[in-house]
């Protein structure tokens, strides 16, 4: 939908170079309606399996063969859905005063993309230096029940075991809109087991019965190795990864607009003592939204050194063990800050 004739027409192009032929150049790029040529064609948007004049990238056969990651019956197996929701985002619409649907131009009404009903609220500083306890946490079973039909955000994790077999069956709705999202796993990349459109719209409880009748076909012996998939709107992508680095990986839609407003998740793989050591004296900082005008970062001060460096201020700011010496160093760098707001303003008037 966002690049076909009623939006930009928006194209890549590529020159494709097999080892051994004639080395020619096209005389430019084509036009979009040239574009439309017969013939298969590969990762078509909202296209699976199912299709004919079409080849998925779940089609695509890999020369790197088998890996524990194909095993049958994979240690975890995870289902998201997500489709974009009319729901009273309070970061968008607040009722009663602009609630969603009291804005009167349909048009100007934001949906709500979510994974598995939950917005993803990025914690206020990196998961991998903070190691917050579960409970801080939040998935599909935990959140409350009316999370489908209100609004709910918290920090989306899912939790694995290092070195574990991980599927992930991601499955757009297609309610809304006739969409397509691309979706990036950091840390890993994932073989494409399966993909199929089923229709233009689906459910979570279709795909679950669908692939407990055994319908729901994976390639487990030489599937393709990405880190970026699509899946098709009404439709499912099956993949599958071996979580083989320890740490916090984030797992989200790669159109920008959508991750920025919550279409994400984090996978958590092994538990903290797997994670590489968080270094000593390591700068932390926390949230930074103003708090009666409180200093917003902080740094740890080293037990073992004399000094450090504040994060605090966009100024320089020295700390020494001593009061006065602290005092000191900080008017000297005041001093020197008026020196060089002087000098400019003597030069500007120059």
Same mark, same amino acid.
């Given at each position: 939908m966002d690049c076909d004739e009623r939006f930009t027409k928006a194209k890549q192009v590529a020159v494709l170079h097999y080892e051994g032929a004639m080395e020619m150049e096209p005389e430019g790029d084509p036009t979009w309606e040239e574009l439309h040529n017969d013939g298969l064609q590969l990762n078509?948007?909202?296209?699976?399996?199912?299709?004919?004049e079409t080849i998925s990238v779940a089609e695509m056969k890999s020369l790197a063969g088998y890996d524990d990651s194909l095993k049958e019956v994979?240690?975890?197996?995870?289902?998201?859905?997500?489709? @974009?929701?009319?729901?009273n985002n309070s970061?968008?619409?607040?009722?009663?005063? %602009?609630?969603?649907?009291?804005?009167? &131009?349909?048009?100007?009404?934001?949906?709500?993309?979510?994974?598995?009903?939950?917005?993803m609220k990025m914690p206020s500083s990196p998961l991998l230096i903070s190691r917050?306890?579960?409970?801080? @946490?939040?998935?599909?079973?935990?959140?409350?029940?009316?999370?489908?039909?209100? %609004?709910?955000?918290?920090?989306?994790? &899912?939790?694995v075991r290092l070195n574990s077999v991980v599927e992930i069956i991601i499955l757009d709705e297609g309610v809304t809109f006739d969409a397509n999202h691309p979706f990036h796993l950091?840390?890993?990349?994932f073989r494409v087991v399966g993909m199929r459109r089923l229709a233009n719209e689906t459910t979570i409880e279709e795909v679950k019965a669908f692939d407990k009748a055994g319908l729901l076909k994976r390639n487990l012996k030489n599937a393709p190795i990405?880190?970026?998939?699509?899946?098709p709107d009404g439709g499912y992508t099956v993949i599958r990864f071996k979580a083989d680095n320890p740490g916090y990986w984030l797992f989200h839609c790669h159109i920008e607009f959508h991750v920025e407003i919550g279409m994400a998740l984090v996978f958590k793989v092994g538990d903290h003592n797997d994670m590489p050591p968080v270094p000593p004296a390591f700068p932390r900082c926390g949230n930074y939204m103003p708090d009666n005008m409180l200093e917003h970062a902080t740094t740890e001060k080293p037990k073992d050194e004399n000094s450090y460096i504040s994060i605090t201020h966009w100024w320089p700011v020295v700390v020494l063990n001593s009061t006065s010496s602290s005092s000191s160093s900080n008017c000297l760098f005041g001093l020197i800050l008026l020196?060089?707001?002087?000098?400019?303003?003597?030069?500007?008037?120059m």
């Amino acid at each position: 939908m966002d690049c076909d004739e009623r939006f930009t027409k928006a194209k890549q192009v590529a020159v494709l170079h097999y080892e051994g032929a004639m080395e020619m150049e096209p005389e430019g790029d084509p036009t979009w309606e040239e574009l439309h040529n017969d013939g298969l064609q590969l990762n078509a948007l909202n296209k699976g399996e199912e299709e004919n004049e079409t080849i998925s990238v779940a089609e695509m056969k890999s020369l790197a063969g088998y890996d524990d990651s194909l095993k049958e019956v994979a240690d975890y197996q995870f289902y998201v859905a997500y489709d @974009f929701y009319a729901k009273n985002n309070s970061h968008f619409h607040k009722s009663p005063y %602009y609630g969603y649907y009291q804005v009167p &131009l349909k048009t100007n009404r934001l949906y709500t993309p979510q994974l598995n009903h939950i917005s993803m609220k990025m914690p206020s500083s990196p998961l991998l230096i903070s190691r917050p306890s579960p409970e801080n @946490f939040c998935n599909s079973s935990s959140i409350d029940d009316n999370c489908k039909e209100g %609004y709910c955000e918290c920090s989306h994790v &899912l939790s694995v075991r290092l070195n574990s077999v991980v599927e992930i069956i991601i499955l757009d709705e297609g309610v809304t809109f006739d969409a397509n999202h691309p979706f990036h796993l950091h840390g890993h990349s994932f073989r494409v087991v399966g993909m199929r459109r089923l229709a233009n719209e689906t459910t979570i409880e279709e795909v679950k019965a669908f692939d407990k009748a055994g319908l729901l076909k994976r390639n487990l012996k030489n599937a393709p190795i990405k880190d970026t998939v699509t899946v098709p709107d009404g439709g499912y992508t099956v993949i599958r990864f071996k979580a083989d680095n320890p740490g916090y990986w984030l797992f989200h839609c790669h159109i920008e607009f959508h991750v920025e407003i919550g279409m994400a998740l984090v996978f958590k793989v092994g538990d903290h003592n797997d994670m590489p050591p968080v270094p000593p004296a390591f700068p932390r900082c926390g949230n930074y939204m103003p708090d009666n005008m409180l200093e917003h970062a902080t740094t740890e001060k080293p037990k073992d050194e004399n000094s450090y460096i504040s994060i605090t201020h966009w100024w320089p700011v020295v700390v020494l063990n001593s009061t006065s010496s602290s005092s000191s160093s900080n008017c000297l760098f005041g001093l020197i800050l008026l020196c060089s707001v002087w000098v400019l303003k003597l030069n500007s008037a120059m």
